[in-house]
């Protein structure tokens, strides 16, 4: 398969067949149809909806995502859960395994949890039938791929002339925007020590992408960077969410303080919206990694740094409850409140770590009726998300997802925008604000609303970020 070292890949696998899988797999199939691709999960059901007839059913929601599938498909893209065949017949192998943050033993809290990483590795080592790449494509913390390399290559069942070479690529692509994101990476990174596996992967990505895009560095500086680069952009989240509440007090206008530092080139205009706190699965698990790499390190001050950008961030949903019963006369007993949104932002049906979560528990606690309308998110995902009984008659009543904007709001005492969906900016406020019970409210948290749409009507606005609606 490998002859002097100069890789041929025919056919990659891809062990996890998630957000980032799915989408990555699939533009690699799309782009290099001379490369099989066989994406597996241990999940059976989630394959059988990567596999479904109908596309709105696959189990990711992406704009253009379905488009690919349904081009390759069965032709050099296939979905199923034959981990072990999959994995003898790649020659190169994608870990894309979710690595959720420990909730018990040393690092609880903190670190990540690598025992999927680990079983990947092992399956690996046991079906693994040559020459193998193994790339790390989860966000894991620095050094795993030592980790890897060890099980790889110590293992009592590693065929004993097969070599691995471990690569670390993290994924940058952002959930609702990952087609482009793939499509036109800003850059791809390509850690790893073994130059000819560097370039096999390397080879791949410019089929599509300017090989001045594609950086190849050592796989520490791969792994940190993605830690980085996430920790970068929720710390500005966090450091803009603090500006909106001291313009709520000063009269300061969150949109024109934001433009106005955007332009300034060093600071750049993207990622200064303000909003009710950042969600998504890598932002607060990567910089969670960060703290306890620091820790482990001795390094306790820069622990604390990090800690700060997660603080704010409850604290901006915090308030935001806090602020939503004061508003109600700090009563939300029998109270109907219109939840619009709970995906972690607009263009996914994903709601890992959303702040629609925490809210909707705040609101819960105070007593709240919540009548949550989404368009991509399911009652089964947010009865999980809520720990919602729905078996139990009270939890039912309590909470309900409405089939439209109208449904929710109609009766509610309060109706709060939490994700920047499309149609959110084209509601008909005259239309929907007259089912509300008076004296009623709208929370904007995504600044959907333009104010003159709204300001003959008998209805209160507060908008995150401006005084005038404090
Ligand atoms: C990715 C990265 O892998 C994660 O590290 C990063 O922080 C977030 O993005 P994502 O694709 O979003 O994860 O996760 P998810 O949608 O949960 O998909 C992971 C898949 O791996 C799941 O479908 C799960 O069933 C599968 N899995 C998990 C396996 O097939 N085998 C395992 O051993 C564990
Ligand atoms: C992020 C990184 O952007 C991506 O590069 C990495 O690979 C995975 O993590 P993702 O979590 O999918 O991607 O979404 P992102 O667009 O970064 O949004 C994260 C959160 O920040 C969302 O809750 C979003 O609503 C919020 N956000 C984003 C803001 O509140 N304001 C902004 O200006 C941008």
């Known amino acids: 398969m490998f002859e002097n070292n100069n890789f041929k890949i025919n056919k990659i696998c891809c062990i996890g067949a998630g957000y980032v899988g799915g989408p990555t797999m699939a533009m690699i199939a799309f782009k290099c149809k001379d490369i099989k691709v066989e994406v597996v999960d241990l999940d059976k059901k989630k394959i059988s909806l990567w596999n479904d007839k ?27 859960n034959n981990i072990k065949s999959a994995i003898e017949t ?5 870990i894309a395994v979710n690595t959720p943050t ?10 990540s949890d690598l025992r999927f990483v680990e079983s990947c590795a092992r399956d690996i080592a046991l079906y693994a039938s040559d020459n193998t790449i193994v790339v790390e494509k989860s966000t894991i ?6 980790i890897i390399n060890k099980i790889l290559n110590t293992s009592n069942n590693s065929k004993k002339d097969s070599k691995f070479y471990v690569l670390s690529n993290p994924e940058f692509l952002a959930e609702g925007t990952a087609i482009n994101d793939l499509l036109n990476p800003n850059r791809v990174l390509i850690g790893g020590e073994n130059h000819y596996a560097i370039e096999a992967l390397s080879d791949i990505y410019s089929v599509w992408i300017d090989k001045k895009k594609i950086i190849k560095t050592n796989v520490w500086s791969s792994e940190l960077s993605k830690l980085t680069a996430n920790a970068f952009l929720a710390q500005r989240l966090s450091s803009v969410n603090t500006i909106s509440a001291i313009c709520e007090t ?42 306890y790499l620091s820790k482990f390190y ?33 009563n939300l007993k029998s109270k109907k409140i219109a939840i619009l949104g709970f995906a972690f932002k607009a263009n996914t049906n994903d709601t890992r770590e959303s702040s629609a979560i925490d809210i909707c528990k705040n609101l ?20 999980l998300d809520l720990n919602l009984d729905v078996a139990g008659e009270d939890q039912n009543k309590k909470v309900n997802s409405a089939k439209s904007i109208e449904e929710s709001m109609k009766n509610a005492d309060a109706a709060v925008i939490l994700t920047e969906w499309e149609e959110f900016f084209n509601i008909e406020w005259n239309l929907f604000s007259e089912s509300m019970r008076k004296p009623a409210w709208i929370f904007d948290c995504r600044d959907v609303i333009r104010t003159s749409e709204i300001d003959h009507l008998k209805i209160n606005l507060w908008k995150c970020g401006y005084a005038k609606f404090s």
């Open 141 to 146: 913390p620095v050094k795993t791929a030592d």
């Open 102 to 111: 420990k909730s018990s033993g040393i690092g609880a809290g903190e670190a």
């Open 250 to 291: 000063t009269g300061a206008n969150i949109k024109e303080v934001s433009k106005a530092i955007g332009m300034d080139k060093r600071i750049g205009e993207y990622f200064l919206n303000h909003g009710p706190g950042f969600g998504g699965s890598c932002f607060k698990k990567d910089i969670l990694n960060l703290i």
């Open 54 to 80: 109908n596309l709105e059913n696959l189990p990711v929601f992406e704009p253009g995502l379905s488009q690919i599938i349904s081009e390759c498909r069965n032709k050099n893209l296939t979905f199923s």
């Open 90 to 94: 790649s020659d190169m192998i994608f």
């Open 298 to 330: 001795g390094l306790f001050e820069v622990a604390e740094y990090w800690k700060q950008v997660l603080k704010i961030n409850d604290w901006q949903k915090e308030r935001i409850s806090k602020l939503i019963v004061n508003k109600l006369f700090g």
């Open 364 to 383: 819960i606690e105070e007593g709240a009726n919540l009548s949550i309308y989404d368009p991509k998110v399911s009652f089964e995902r947010i009865a």
